[in-house]
C-alpha cells in the first residue's frame, strides 16, 4: 500500500469517526424532541401524553434543540458526501466505498422523509425514522472499521456461535417493537412493572388492534390491548437478548485479554439498558431516562458482534494478535521462508524473499566482451 492511499485512508477513518460521534448526537436530539412533543413524562401523566394526535398538524417552534438538530443533520450530510467521494476516487476502495455510499443514501432518504415527518399521526414515517438512526450510527461506524489499512486487516478470530446468532436476532426484533411503542405512542398502555397492568401474556383482543399502517385519529388510551401486547412482546425480547448476549459474554471472559474486556463492556452495556428500562417505567416515564437507553441500544448493534466475533474491542485486529495471543497474518500471506502453496489474497503485501535476488549482467557488458573477442 502507498504512501498517499494510507493517508487517504486515515482521512476516511477520521472522517467515518466524526460522522458516528455527530449521527449519536442527531439520533439523540431527535429522540429528545420527539418524546418531549409527545408529551412523555408530562405533569397531568398520562391523561396529557400524546394530544398532539388529536390536533392539525402545526408548524413546529424552532427552539435551541431543534436547531441544533438541524445544524446535526445538514453537517453529517455534508461530510456523509465528502466521504463517499474520498471512497470512489481513483483508486476505487471498494471495502469502504460501498457502506459509505449506503450511508449517503440513508441520509438522502430520511431527509425526504423528513417532508411528512410533521404530520405525528403516520405510525409508519415515526417508525421509519426512529429505525434510520439506528442504520446511522451502525453504517457510519461499519466504514471506520472497514478503512483499517489493508496489512492492519487480519482474519476474524472465529465464526459467529449459535448464542450470538439468536442474540443479534433477539436484539433486532426487540429495538423494532421499541421502537413500534414509540411510533405509535403507546407508551401509556403499561405503566407497571415487572407485569403489565396485572397482565403476563399478550391479550387476543390486541392483534386486530395493532395496526403499524394506519393513520392515528386520537391518543391511543391506558390499557390499550395492542399497546399491552407490544409492551409484552418487547419485553419478552429483551429478556431473550439479555440471557442470550449475556451467556456469550460470559463464555468470552475466558478468552484472550482483548475479548475478555470487550465481553466485559459488552455485559455492562446490557446490565446499564436493562436498568435503565426498569427505572423508566417506576419514574412514571421520565423524558431523560427514556432518551438515556438510545445510546446503549445503538451500541448494542454492532458492539454484540465485534466483541464476541472479531476477536474482542477491535485491539487484536489493530496489533495482529490474534485469539491465542500470537501474531497472526492476513488471508493468504505466508512468512518468510515459507512455501507460497496459496495464492495472495486481495490487499495482502508481497512477502519478501529471505535472500535478495541475484543480478544479471547488462548487456552492454555482454556486448563488450563480445566486441573485444
Known amino acids: 500500500m502507498s504512501l498517499s492511499q494510507g493517508l487517504r485512508l486515515r482521512r476516511i477513518r477520521a472522517l467515518a469517526r466524526l460522522l458516528t460521534a455527530l449521527s449519536l448526537l442527531v439520533v439523540l436530539v431527535s429522540a429528545y424532541l420527539r418524546l418531549d412533543g409527545a408529551g412523555l413524562g408530562c405533569a397531568d401523566w398520562p391523561a396529557c401524553y400524546a394530544r398532539l394526535v388529536a390536533l392539525p398538524p402545526a408548524v413546529p417552534e424552532y427552539g435551541l434543540a431543534r436547531l441544533l438538530h438541524r445544524a446535526g443533520a445538514s453537517l453529517s450530510l455534508l461530510l456523509a458526501c465528502l466521504l463517499v467521494w474520498q471512497c470512489w476516487r481513483r483508486p476505487l476502495l471498494r471495502p469502504v466505498a460501498l457502506p459509505a455510499?449506503?450511508?449517503?443514501?440513508?441520509?438522502?432518504?430520511?431527509?425526504?422523509?423528513?417532508?411528512?415527518?410533521?404530520?405525528?399521526?403516520?405510525?409508519?414515517?415515526?417508525?421509519?425514522?426512529?429505525?434510520?438512526?439506528?442504520?446511522?450510527?451502525?453504517?457510519?461506524?461499519?466504514?471506520?472499521?472497514?478503512?483499517?489499512?489493508?496489512?492492519?486487516?487480519?482474519?476474524?478470530?472465529?465464526?459467529?456461535?449459535?448464542?450470538?446468532?439468536?442474540?443479534?436476532?433477539?436484539?433486532?426484533?426487540?429495538?423494532?417493537?421499541?421502537?413500534?411503542?414509540?411510533?405509535?405512542?403507546?407508551?401509556?398502555?403499561?405503566?407497571?412493572?415487572?407485569?403489565?397492568?396485572?397482565?403476563?401474556?399478550?391479550?387476543?383482543?390486541?392483534?386486530?388492534?395493532?395496526?403499524?399502517?394506519?393513520?392515528?385519529?386520537?391518543?391511543?388510551?391506558?390499557?390499550?390491548?395492542?399497546?399491552?401486547?407490544?409492551?409484552?412482546?418487547?419485553?419478552?425480547?429483551?429478556?431473550?437478548?439479555?440471557?442470550?448476549?449475556?451467556?456469550?459474554?460470559?463464555?468470552?471472559?475466558?478468552?484472550?485479554?482483548?475479548?475478555?474486556?470487550?465481553?466485559?463492556?459488552l455485559l455492562f452495556l446490557l446490565a446499564a439498558t436493562a436498568a435503565l428500562r426498569i427505572l423508566t417505567v417506576l419514574a412514571g416515564f421520565s423524558v431523560w431516562l427514556a432518551r438515556s437507553r438510545t445510546g446503549p441500544a445503538r451500541r448494542h448493534c454492532w458492539r454484540h458482534w465485534q466483541a464476541c466475533c472479531t476477536g474482542g474491542d477491535g485491539e487484536g485486529i489493530r496489533r495482529g494478535i490474534g485469539p491465542d495471543g500470537a501474531r497472526t497474518l492476513p488471508p493468504g500471506c505466508r512468512r518468510r521462508g515459507e512455501p507460497t502453496a496459496r495464492r495472495l489474497g486481495a490487499g495482502c503485501p508481497r512477502p519478501r524473499t529471505s535472500c535478495p535476488r541475484p543480478r544479471t549482467k547488462s548487456r552492454s557488458r555482454r556486448w563488450t566482451r563480445r566486441s573485444g573477442s
Do not use: K
Open 101 to 265: 455510499t449506503l450511508l449517503l443514501l440513508l441520509m438522502l432518504a430520511l431527509s425526504a422523509l423528513g417532508i411528512w415527518s410533521s404530520d405525528p399521526r403516520l405510525t409508519l414515517v415515526n417508525l421509519l425514522n426512529i429505525l434510520g438512526g439506528l442504520g446511522l450510527v451502525s453504517f457510519s461506524w461499519r466504514v471506520a472499521l472497514a478503512s483499517e489499512p489493508p496489512s492492519m486487516i487480519l482474519q476474524r478470530s472465529g465464526a459467529p456461535t449459535v448464542l450470538l446468532r439468536l442474540g443479534a436476532a433477539c436484539l433486532t426484533l426487540t429495538l423494532i417493537l421499541g421502537a413500534l411503542i414509540g411510533a405509535s405512542y403507546m407508551a401509556s398502555a403499561c405503566t407497571t412493572f415487572p407485569d403489565c397492568d396485572g397482565r403476563w401474556w399478550p391479550v387476543a383482543a390486541g392483534w386486530p388492534a395493532l395496526q403499524t399502517l394506519a393513520v392515528l385519529q386520537a391518543p391511543p388510551l391506558p390499557g390499550d390491548p395492542a399497546g399491552i401486547n407490544l409492551h409484552l412482546l418487547h419485553r419478552y425480547a429483551a429478556v431473550a437478548t439479555l440471557l442470550l448476549l449475556g451467556t456469550a459474554g460470559w463464555q468470552a471472559l475466558s478468552g484472550a485479554e482483548h475479548r475478555r474486556r470487550a465481553a466485559a463492556l
